[in-house]
């Protein structure tokens, strides 16, 4: 376990630390906090800051005791769960969103990992709930604890405000820990390499179970008084509609690479319609360069970056479209509130231009897993979190993911990084997604198996494949078999589910493409 961060020593007591929506109550109270497009209600600070009281106090009296419990949440965004979240951390709970594309033997599996008091859902999820186990109401309204008695005051910058489930891509979902403390620097993190301040809209349509909606847009928008604009659902034509109206005036938007793609494909898109936000951000995967390329046509930063459970931002291309067009395979420049250590197998760090895992140090890292001491020991070395990444830093500080640790593979002695071979494929116009994993192999130890996801009505032929492969890529690099598939398993922040695509599709007989 690594010694706990002490935010005293950094920000002193009393400061915006200790609750950011009551700061900007009391300093903007009439300025709009969140617009939620479903129900068109708005809510100022002063409105919300008073929801936070009220809520807090109704939980409260509800739960016989709220320090440290957990408060579960299977719903779409709204601005009930945006209360809900921000009022456990009022009142010392503990609030646990969860992922509502989940099965019920999948939630049980959490629920049971973190034994809420009380788990709120949304009706439409109602038998999910049901299945979990957890003893659960319906989600709240405003009007449900209208007459609480305001529960005043906030719990200890170190106690744990949130779990967040890690999306799941190499097996069980861990909890990962999320003190009021690493919220605020993540957030912070974010509000500094995203030039997000008071004036600025955010839409919000990833989901408040990932850290990206709901530390990364919503704590950050909340934190630094801007507007927080809550869709439940991300419907390309709808976001469209919503950059280009005037009374809300987004400027900041945060996607996963394949919604980003999906603007572009929807019918009402037009070039240039959008070069009035600020950034579009993304993050989750890898973007292809060719997306980055269309957007930066049509005159909006794309800007991509790297985040994660644990620690939120970890690094992001500045918002300069001409380092998003020089660094295209980037994650950019390390945020500013973490140290980084780009680091060998044999534990010393490496030099520029090669490759090593990222570890990370800051306020924004979590203190560890929930209930898993053995993981939470195995992942940090010396108050350092391994992040399980290999990445490259240019000579001029960018960064760049290499793979996963544990997803690359040896092929004939060399290494060889799944990512690289991705990226690749999806260069190829007939190729609409594209996941690259190791298999055993008898006379190389390991080769690549590609499972292959072609557009709509287009075929891709295995010798386009293969001609397009060794034109880019040494020989040992290109994927040795191919799978075709309708489409790859990956996470609500669009990574591959590699363990899924095991299990789901049969790698072990594979068409042979070399």
Request: glycine share 10%.
């Amino acid at each position: 376990m690594p010694p706990a961060n002490d935010v005293h020593a950094l920000a002193g007591v009393g400061l915006m630390t200790a609750d950011p929506v009551g700061y900007r109550a009391r300093v903007t109270p009439e300025k709009t906090a969140i617009i939620e497009i479903a129900t068109g209600r708005r809510l100022s600070y002063a409105e919300l800051d008073r929801h936070l009281e009220r809520c807090a106090g109704w939980l409260s009296r509800e739960v016989s005791s709220l320090d440290g419990a957990r408060i579960a949440a299977l719903g779409r965004n709204s601005i009930a769960q945006v209360v809900l979240a921000m009022a456990c951390q009022r009142s010392g709970a503990i609030f646990v969103p969860l992922n509502w594309r989940l099965t019920g033997p999948e939630l049980a599996a959490l629920v049971g990992d973190c034994a809420p008091a009380v788990l709120f859902h949304d009706a439409e999820f109602a038998a999910s709930a049901a299945a979990s186990g957890a003893a659960r109401r319906e989600m709240l309204d405003l009007a449900a604890f209208a007459d609480a008695e305001p529960l005043l005051g906030v719990a200890p910058s170190s106690a744990p405000a949130a779990l967040l489930y890690t999306s799941g891509t190499t097996g069980a979902p861990k909890g990962v820990i999320i003190t009021r403390q690493n919220a605020f620097f993540a957030a912070l993190n974010f509000a500094l390499v995203g030039e997000i301040g008071p004036a600025s809209v955010v839409l919000a349509d990833l989901p408040l179970f990932h850290t990206i909606g709901l530390v990364a847009v919503t704590r950050t928008t909340l934190t630094m008084g801007g507007t927080l604009v809550l869709s439940d659902r991300f419907l390309a034509a709808r976001s469209l509609a919503c950059f280009s109206d005037p009374a809300v005036g987004v400027s900041h938007y945060f996607c996963v690479p394949q919604m980003a793609a999906a603007l572009r494909a929807e019918p009402g898109y037009v070039a240039g319609r959008l070069a009035h936000l600020h950034a579009i951000f993304l993050g989750g995967a890898p973007p292809p360069q060719a997306l980055i390329e269309a957007f930066l046509g049509d005159g909006v930063a794309l800007v991509n970056g790297y985040g994660m459970s644990e620690a939120g931002t970890v690094a992001h291309i500045p918002i300069d479209r001409a380092a998003i067009a020089a660094h295209p395979s980037a994650i950019g420049l390390p945020a500013p509130l973490l140290e980084t250590r780009i680091v060998g197998l044999d534990g010393i760090d490496v030099a520029d231009g090669e490759a090593g895992e990222l570890w990370i140090r800051g306020p924004s890292v979590t203190p560890g897993y929930w209930q898993r001491p053995a993981e939470t020991a195995a992942a940090f070395i010396d108050g350092w979190l391994r992040t399980g990444d290999l990445v490259r830093r240019a000579a001029d500080g960018f960064l760049s993911v290499v793979d996963r640790l544990k997803d690359m593979y040896i092929s004939g002695g060399e290494n060889v990084y799944p990512a690289e071979v991705e990226a690749a494929l999806l260069a190829l116009t007939g190729i609409a997604d594209a996941a690259v994993v190791g298999v055993p192999d008898a006379r190389w130890g390991e080769v690549g198996v590609a499972v292959i996801v072609a557009p709509a009505g287009q075929r891709v032929t295995e010798a386009e494949i293969r001609a397009h492969c060794t034109a880019r890529l040494a020989r040992y690099k290109c994927p040795a078999r191919l799978v075709f598939a309708e489409s790859i398993p990956r996470t609500p922040a669009g990574k591959v589910q590699k363990h899924l695509l095991r299990q789901t599709l049969d790698l072990s007989e594979p068409r042979n493409i070399a």
